[in-house]
């Protein structure tokens, strides 16, 4: 099969006829392709990669990301994971003098639980932390947190970065390796000789052909499955955040990420509650609800705004191209995030009787597993991959993703988790078996 030459032309990139044929297409330019792409061209010396989107690059599940990472997982495959993932930012953090402003101040995450010690033993010894249980030193070291927080624990691994920069960086890299984007949807996929993709693109329909092919569509992954006759086992779960313009300065600019890990009721008053009560839509507003509101704050020291999410979400959605017609979004949810956010950083409270007059409400789907672990690997049909299923953690971990997707096409040396990471786990059930009883799956 004719290959592409590697063009060093510093250009955008867009392919015309003789690009129809290419050695690898990879199907989704968020940051997961993006990562792919980048380590299959930059690292192995792939000259022939296409890129496609029928969106700007990083605009679609990466543009909603609250760019958080760590390494706090309940298991440590997934801990192993993003170690290696950090480890990758990290090093191109140094090579690109940060120019995605990687910070380190951890994970703080907080409880009222008397007992913590089902936490530490999750946590072991495979997770750099320290334990705060001393009040008057929690109220020095956090004083944003609520003074009913019996228990702190301070993941040390653990920040927050630009993954918009991030994956324009590699997507430079990419172009300077010879890379190639190409603007258009894919239709269809044909498996003959070669893969046959259709893709609908503004000049008209365009067929590529392909020796590999690469799912990484983000929310897409299953329909791009069906075009290869492969169920994947993934849903989709909208989630919501809010950023706003923290006028009160109630949010300290230097707090870690901070996160409650504990179930809780929402404070109304009296009326407010019997009203709520009475409205079947509304009655789960005054029931006990789930873990994991988090918060902080955005844009550096300098900067004013504040994020808020708390994934509580457990609808299944069709994925929507556009975001705003979800029908899971939820116009309630700025208020409710705010009086979950409250009962940790109770100067978060005045906000709950006078919104913030700057705020953005948004939200994106968390493509996942019922474990969910992401898929990564082998799709079933020869020379077809997946990288997808990246839930709430795939900026975090789009570095190892991409490594390892790479490194499976190109048949090189895999990382000892890399059949827990792909499809493959799942003929082992005793394995799945324990990964969906679990209680704690590392959502947040
Ligand atoms: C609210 C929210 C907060 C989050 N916070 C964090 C966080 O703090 N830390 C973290 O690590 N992760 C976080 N995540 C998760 C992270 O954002 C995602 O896991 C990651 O962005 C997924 O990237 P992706 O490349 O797989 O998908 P996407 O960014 O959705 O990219 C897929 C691309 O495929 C394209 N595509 C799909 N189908 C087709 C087709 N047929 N033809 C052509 N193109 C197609 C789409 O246009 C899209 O651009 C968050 C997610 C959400 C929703």
Redesign the pocket.
């Known amino acids: 099969m004719p290959r592409i030459r590697a063009s060093r032309s510093r250009r955008i990139s867009k392919p015309d006829k003789a690009d129809n044929v290419v050695e690898i297409a990879i ?8 990562a792919t792409a980048y380590y299959l061209s930059v690292k192995h010396g792939r000259a022939s990669v296409l890129l ?4 700007a ?13 760590r390494n706090w997982w309940p298991h440590p495959t997934m801990t192993a994971f993003t170690n290696d993932s950090i480890d990758l930012m990290q090093s191109l953090a140094v090579e690109t003098r940060n120019r995605f402003n990687m910070t380190d101040r951890g994970y703080v995450l907080a409880t009222r639980r008397a007992d913590i010690g089902e936490l530490t033993a999750a946590v072991g010894s495979r997770i750099d932390v320290d334990v705060f249980s001393d009040p008057g030193l929690i109220g020095r070291k956090f004083p944003a947190l609520s003074d009913d927080i019996r228990h702190v624990v301070h993941v040390k691994r653990g920040g ?1 970065f630009s ?1 918009q920069q991030l994956g324009q960086y590699m997507l430079e890299q990419f172009r300077e390796a010879g890379g190639k984007r190409l603007s ?4 269809d996929i044909r498996n003959d000789k070669a893969y046959a993709i259709k ?1 609908d693109c503004e000049d008209g329909i365009r067929i590529v052909e392909a020796d590999v092919v690469i799912n ?6 299953k ?2 499955g069906e075009m290869l006759g492969v169920d994947l086992p993934v849903i989709n779960i ?4 809010i950023a706003f313009d923290d006028k009160l300065a109630a949010i300290p600019r230097d707090m870690p990420f901070s996160i409650d890990l504990d179930e809780k009721e929402l404070a109304w008053t009296d009326e407010e509650r019997a009203l709520l009560a009475e409205d079947p839509e509304c009655r789960w507003l005054t029931q006990m609800m789930p873990a994991g509101t988090h918060c902080r704050p955005e844009g550096g020291e300098r900067g004013t705004w504040v994020k808020l ?1 708390w ?1 509580y979400n457990q609808r299944h959605s069709e994925p929507q191209h556009d975001l705003e017609n979800e029908t899971a979004r939820d116009p309630q949810f700025p208020e409710i995030v705010m009086r979950g956010a409250a009962a940790l950083l109770p100067s978060l409270t005045p906000y709950i009787q006078t919104p913030p007059a700057r705020f953005a409400h ?6 996942m597993t019922t474990e969910n672990w992401p898929l990564i690997g082998p799709m079933g049909p020869t020379n077809a991959y997946i ?2 299923a ?9 570095c190892a993703a991409g490594n390892l997707c790479a490194a499976w096409v190109c048949g090189r040396e895999l990382p000892d988790y890399a059949t827990l990471l792909s499809l493959k786990r799942r003929d082992d059930a005793t394995l799945m078996a324990e990964l969906e009883k679990a209680t704690n799956k590392g959502l ?1």
């Open positions: 199907v989704g330019a968020g940051i997961i392709g993006i496609i989107d029928s969106r690059p990083m605009s679609y599940t990466s543009a909603q990301s609250g760019d958080n990472f927050d993954g258009g949807d894919v239709t893709i990484a569509a983000g929310p897409f992954i329909r791009i909208y989630q919501q955040k999410g994934a948004y939200g994106g789907y968390y493509t990288a997808g990246m839930s709430g953690f795939g900026s975090m971990s789009a947040l």
